[in-house]
């Protein structure tokens, strides 16, 4: 199948491990251009955009859910290398699972810390949506893919804030869908997916127990590779899509 992405100019945010490392080089093997964003280790994501073509044809920018400006300068950046922004795959999350203080019961939490997790992962991806949206619909060609979670639908324990950000960017893809001009928003929500977070929860004997209940709830009887959600992603960015806008679509053996 020829997915039309030669020399298309793709942005993963959150693209140094795990799904959005997988999509990066989905992407490159299809002969796009490919802009990564990292939010910590300059060194790794220095390292992939070797394995993604080099200079010219990959870069690395940093890149903060939490801060507009880090944002607007990581967007504008690739936007002033590549000369425009073709696909977006917002795939960056933060996430504080397990930290000392962030895993309280909800009416027990800080709203300084929930706000800032709620608005890093909702405003974060509409200010990088916003800033990308304007050259697609003028180049009257785009694909917009937000990363979810099956938990938007199903929750889980002490996730009201995680799983509310991401049921909120179900909403906001049905807003986009309406961007006409060539532009075309959906929704992948992955399962459980082994990345590097999930191997943890597998060496833990206290939350093993956790991941065994959820492969007994799939009904694939199997847990996601990053690979497995990066093929509907880099399907989804593509020009062999052509009809498939505004819709969530679970990568999660059947869940």
Known sequence: MDLGLTDKRVLI???????????ALLYARENARVAITYN????EAAKLVEELGGPGRAMAVPYELRDPASI???????????????????????????DPGEDDAFEDLDPAKWTTRFRANTEGHML???RVLKGMRENGWGRIVLLSSITAQYGMWRSE????SKAALHGFAKGLMWSRQGVLANVVAPGATRTEFFEQLLEDESTREMVDKEIERTPSGR????????NLILFLGSDANRAINGEVIHAAGGR
């Open 13 to 23: 945010t959150g693209g140094t491990r795990g799904i959005g490392r997988a999509t």
């Open 128 to 130: 990088t949506v916003q």
């Open 223 to 230: 847990i996601s590779d990053p690979e497995d959600v990066a």
């Open 161 to 164: 804030i995680y799983s509310g």
């Open 72 to 98: 607007v300068s990581a967007v504008d950046a690739v936007r002033e290398e590549f000369g425009g922004i073709d696909v977006l795959v917002a795939n960056a999350l933060w996430f504080t699972w397990g």
């Open 40 to 43: 910590s280790s300059a060194e």
